[in-house]
């Protein structure tokens, strides 16, 4: 097992609570049996001090052990969770002060109750196994929960991108597009950018980019079937990447290859500044209370909207999540992005992020999601529009009041599909939800307009209470099952009302 200092420092610690409360010893017991003092035991025990060769052959005289069994780094079988959470270093590659969290403390918090806190670690473990649960995903996840903490708004990269784009000389409306970002990348860091020879490198067919550093510059590839707009956002990435100088790194677009937390949180960092220059908030905001103020739901403003800027749905809806929070204090929103092959009934949730996720529900794993989302019917409207038509649609836009069948909370969903046309590859929904309270309906004009559809909605099918659905896809099991608990509850619990009344009589 390979742990950096501090952890086997911690291990040492926990071996020697778990051996002295084994024996029944106070810290004052073990103190008198080991000639230690009580203040470098309990140090010892939280992991802040690892003793000398003498006083370790102390500590196991007065524990009944050996030498060579307290310094092996091998715990009991109670603490296992313990030692493969820090044999997988998760505690190292998080930088848990950007959650909030000092990391003695923490050490702090298993030493303090071992047995207990092992426990409940074996939970998550064995939950995220059962779940298939990979390290990658872990990092997605606290990735994600960093977002959310921050309303996915970072004004430190907001205010870098407008730097970055004063010192380019960059202002009024001008817009970056593909050419201006190459020159940057050529002339400011020594870029070589090529595109990609399939024909040489056919492994390399579905990578969308790669940087290949070399000492005279990075050398990067780009896939030549991808579009302007998708070509733009790789290059202002990578303009990211140095302008923050942001070292630990992806090299490809498959985040999947991600070695450590701080390369996920890095390529989110290089992401959102690669959006912040595309899609400057000086302009956007302007726009967005423009659209707000409109008194009649106008799809055709959105896509404008994405024109201009030089961007896909996707980049364009996400960006605004960054703005909405902050500038407009609507903080209660979600993203969604579905994919979905044409003519199935399948849909794959393929990246969420929540902002205030006590309204919102979240992907479930082995359940259907509610056939009357906007996300999963504009992708069925795409492809029976463009089954019909000899020019297909490349992108649709559409809005509906969400109101959810449990709760009575209503949402405005904007979503946006985009097909993929000839290609083999999937359609693909992007989907923002505003939660609608007092605040938001101040600020969007649109709400009271008649073409804008309201339906009754619910999370999955599984769970759903609308019993007369026509577009169900699963008989409400989890909803059943809970209803059957709550009856035997109540029932149990009239028994023992029963039980205790007529003792007491």
Known sequence: MALNPDNIKLVFGLKIKQLRLDRALSLNDLSQKSGLSISY??????????????????????????????VSLKLSKRLEPISELLSSNILTELPLDIFGIDQSNLLEMLSDAPTKVSAFIGTLIEISRNYNMSVEQFYFSA???????????????????????????????????????????????NYEIEQIDKIAHP???????????????????????LTPVQKSFIYGREIGYQYLKLNNRLYTTSVLEADSFEQLLNN??????????????????????????????????????????????????Y???????????????FFLRFNNFAGQNKFELTKEMHIARKHIPHSVKDEHYC????????????????????????????????????????YLMVSFAKSSLNSPNPNVSVSMGIFLNE???????????????????NETCERCTLFDCKERMAAPTVLQRRHKNEELKKRIATLLNSKLNSVSL
């Open 319 to 333: 960006r605004v999540s960054n703005i909405l929070p902050k500038h407009f204090g609507i903080n209660q929103i």
């Open 41 to 70: 035991i309990n140090e010892i025990e939280k992991g802040k001090k690892y003793p000398k060769a003498d006083k370790i052959i102390s500590l196991a005289h007065a524990l009944g052990t050996d030498y060579d069994s307290l």
């Open 439 to 457: 605040d938001s309906r101040k600020i969007i004009g649109f709400l009271n307009d008649p073409d804008l559809r309201l339906r009754l909605v």
């Open 143 to 189: 990735l994600r929960t960093y977002q959310e903490m921050h309303d996915n708004y970072f004004e430190e990269i907001e205010n870098a991108a407008e730097q970055f784009l004063s010192e380019k000389g960059v202002d009024g409306s001008f817009i970056l597009d593909e050419a201006y970002l190459i020159a940057v990348l050529r002339k400011t860091y």
């Open 203 to 225: 492994e390399l067919k579905a990578v969308r980019s790669l940087t290949i550093p070399q000492p005279g510059g990075p050398r990067l590839l780009v896939n030549g079937s």
């Open 371 to 410: 056939r009357r989302w906007l996300s999963l019917t504009i992708l069925q409207d795409l492809a029976e529009q463009n089954q019909e038509t000899k020019n297909p649609v490349n992108t649709l836009c559409k809005a509906q009041i969400s109101k959810y069948a449990d709760s009575g909370e209503e």
């Open 268 to 317: 989110f960092k290089a992401s959102y500044f690669a959006s912040a220059i595309i899609i400057r908030r000086s302009l956007l905001i302007p726009k967005l209370k423009e659209f707000f103020n409109l008194k009649i739901w106008q799809p055709e403003q959105l896509l404008g909207m994405i024109d201009h800027f030089n961007t896909t749905p996707e980049s364009f809806s």
